[in-house]
């Protein structure tokens, strides 16, 4: 069965200071891969995806994410955090590929201290 | 841009009472889902449709839930008689129909059972 796995409960970070969110995934085939933000009180947000071609991603906000087949990974970067990144990030694969559900991470929540 | 709405943001009912919950997906998507989110959990899978009819449905998606688009706009899920721990945030989500295409997700409506 697909699994994705974030390792980290919770990050803090400092503004200004740069971001990794890791992301580890578990699927048979090619993977459809995705991280999504959420914000307090609001629903999900697509920050980029990774379908084929090129391993790294540009997405909004500035994020970036890297897909690394050998070590299963599509970890999130982001060179300089800003307070309004604070949110929860989720990693999500996609599954049973023609009924495209999602499989979610437990998600990283990110703080952002002055 | 186009986005998908749900509604009620905010739904407080009593133990075996039933519920509806309304999602208006992106116009021109013909692909439907609704995840929901425990609090301090991860985001699940419920149920996928397509084509007025279930294409899959996870274990949590029992004889209580159903999904239906009454008029062809609306995507609503229905809970038949609520129990406490049907009480999370519900994602409605839409597609495009492909499956390399992102799921776009409402803002969620909070679902409380008393």
């Known amino acids: 069965a697909q699994s994705v796995t974030q390792p980290d409960i919770h990050i803090t970070v400092s503004e200004g200071a740069s971001l990794e969110l890791r992301c580890n995934y578990s699927?048979?085939?090619?993977?459809?891969l995705f991280w999504y933000v959420q914000s307090p009180g609001q629903g999900l947000q697509l920050l980029l995806k990774?379908?084929?071609?090129?391993?790294l991603v540009q997405g909004i906000k500035g994020f970036e994410a890297e897909f690394k087949r050998s070590q299963s990974s599509f970890n999130l970067r982001k060179p300089s955090v800003h307070w309004s990144d604070a949110a929860e990030y989720f990693c999500?694969?996609?599954?049973?590929?023609?009924?495209?559900?999602?499989?979610f991470g437990t998600g990283t929540r990110l703080t952002i201290i002055p | 841009e186009p986005e998908v709405t749900q509604t009620p943001s905010h739904q407080v009912t009593q133990m075996g009472q039933e519920v509806i919950l309304r999602c208006v997906p992106i116009?021109?998507?013909?692909?439907f889902y609704w995840y929901r989110q425990i609090l301090g959990q991860k985001v699940e899978f419920l149920v996928s449709?397509?084509?007025?009819?279930?294409?899959?449905k996870s274990e949590i998606f029992d004889d209580q839930f159903s999904v239906e688009r009454p008029d062809g706009s609306n995507f609503t899920l229905k809970i038949r008689s609520t129990k406490l721990e049907d009480s999370a945030m519900y994602f409605c989500?839409?597609?495009?129909?492909?499956?390399?295409?992102?799921?776009?997700f409402g803002p969620g409506t909070r679902l409380t059972v008393l």
């Open positions: 449709f397509y084509n007025n009819e279930i294409s899959e």
């Open positions: 990774y379908f084929s071609g090129d391993t």
């Open positions: 699927y048979g085939a090619t993977p459809y």
């Open positions: 116009s021109n998507h013909l692909y």
């Open positions: 989500a839409t597609g495009q129909g492909e499956a390399t295409d992102t799921q776009y």
């Open positions: 999500a694969v996609l599954s049973n590929f023609g009924n495209e559900k999602l499989t």
